[in-house]
């Protein structure tokens, strides 16, 4: 189970680092940092996890959009 979960570990890492250098993505990747951290210094559950929900869908867009790029 500990190899498991640091294979999974090492993966996201790869996938932040990659998303990071991605064109704009730093900026927007703050923005959204910023409203989650927003939630829980208002304690504002519903909104941590939207501000979440957001980051990694729109995280995972963008780079899904950079392979895709690279592959046509």
Same mark, same amino acid.
């Given at each position: 189970?500990?190899?498991?979960?640091? !294979?999974?570990?090492?993966?996201?890492?790869?996938?932040?680092?990659?998303?990071?250098?991605?064109? !704009?993505?730093?900026?927007?990747? $703050?923005?959204?940092?910023?409203?989650? $951290?927003?939630?829980?210094?208002?304690?504002?559950?519903?909104? $941590?996890?939207?501000?979440?929900?957001?980051?990694?869908?729109?995280?995972?867009?963008?780079?899904?959009?950079?392979?895709?790029?690279?592959?046509?």
């Amino acid at each position: 189970m500990t190899k498991i979960l640091n !294979h999974l570990s090492s993966q996201l890492n790869r996938f932040i680092i990659t998303a990071l250098h991605l064109p !704009h993505r730093m900026e927007r990747s $703050v923005k959204e940092h910023r409203k989650i $951290v927003e939630g829980f210094k208002t304690g504002n559950a519903k909104l $941590v996890e939207k501000a979440l929900s957001i980051h990694f869908k729109r995280a995972s867009e963008d780079l899904k959009k950079e392979i895709t790029k690279k592959t046509d």
